[in-house]
């Protein structure tokens, strides 16, 4: 049995959730529940796989290119010590959130795109299938978009303007360029002429939205969560004039219960982890939300104020 199926199984099985990472070495990080039988079977077929999958690389360039993103990430512990190759941990994990709830959303946001998506991971696949499939979704969420707004899809414009705010000059010209280019061009070939029929996944993800609903109305869930004021406060310090105006506290209350943006920003999340499994970059995740703004607004909401 190779790595991938193993890695399948512990997702259909299992109710594993897979992310892809560098911190210790490039990695494949699988979370879930396994008695102690199950997890010495798992190991043996994992150690196999892995000991056919091993991609050799220098470790003096992958810690070159990654210190500067360690930093900015203000690692707590040293992602460059040890650096492991070919090998197999196990760590007890009980709960990725100190909240329960946020836990199992977090968890079930994961492993609905882990299902749909897992036959697929480590091959590269294309952008636009799936722009395609969170369009589904952005579609159908319209309906509950408060009047005359456009909620079901701004989770993609913030994130673009968050990602644009980081760049230098130089940098924010060029990729502004680029992706203009591209957009204009595919969107002239048709490529964005999607089918918006819901699929096995629209409907998982359908499904996980009317459950938060009740949980936002009786505000067990708000906006900020897994995170607090404080941490929004210091994220804003550094963000873009657009989101320092946003999430002020004074326009906060416009957002702080509002189960589409709530729900967009559990699952644009989740998505953004299966990209790097599905042969796609970090690039390719800020084209899509650009494609996706552009699509949505005009350009010129695509900046800063």
């Known amino acids: 049995m190779n790595l991938k199926n193993t890695i399948m199984e512990l997702i259909t099985d299992y109710t594993f959730i897979v992310d892809k990472g560098w911190e210790n070495g490039y990695h494949i990080h699988l979370r879930g529940p396994l008695d102690d039988e199950s997890l010495q079977k798992i190991i043996i077929e994992l150690e196999k796989g892995v000991s056919d999958s091993i991609i050799k690389f220098d470790e003096t360039e992958f810690i070159r290119r990654y210190k500067s993103i360690s930093e900015i990430l203000e690692n707590k512990t040293d992602p460059f010590k040890p650096i492991l190759k070919g090998k197999v941990t196990v760590d007890i994990e009980n709960s990725i959130f100190e909240n329960e709830m946020e836990n199992e959303l977090f968890r079930e946001s994961n492993h609905m795109f882990d299902l749909y998506y897992c036959r697929s991971y480590f091959n590269k696949n294309s952008l636009y299938a799936v722009i395609e499939d969170i369009m589904k979704f952005h579609n159908m969420l319209e309906a509950y978009e408060e009047p005359g707004s456009t909620d079901a899809y701004n989770c993609h414009l913030s994130h673009y ?90 326009n906060m209350h416009n957002h702080l219960y509002n189960d589409v943006l709530i729900a967009n920003r559990w699952i644009t999340n989740a998505l953004y982890k299966k990209l790097l499994l599905l042969g796609l970059s970090n690039t390719d995740r800020f084209y899509m939300n650009y494609v996706i703004s552009r699509l949505t607004y005009s350009e010129d909401e695509l900046r800063d104020y």
């Open 161 to 250: 303007i968050a990602f644009n705010h980081r760049l230098n000059k130089q940098s924010k010209e060029s990729i502004e360029k680029h992706f203009k280019i591209q957009f204009e061009k595919e969107l002239e070939a048709g490529l964005f002429e999607f089918d918006l029929s819901p699929t096995t996944l629209t409907k998982d993800l359908m499904n996980f939205f009317h459950k938060i609903r009740p949980l936002v109305k009786s505000r067990q869930l708000n906006f900020y969560m897994p995170y607090d004021r404080k941490f929004i406060d210091k994220k804003i310090n550094y963000g873009s004039k657009r989101h320092q105006e946003t999430f002020s506290k004074d």
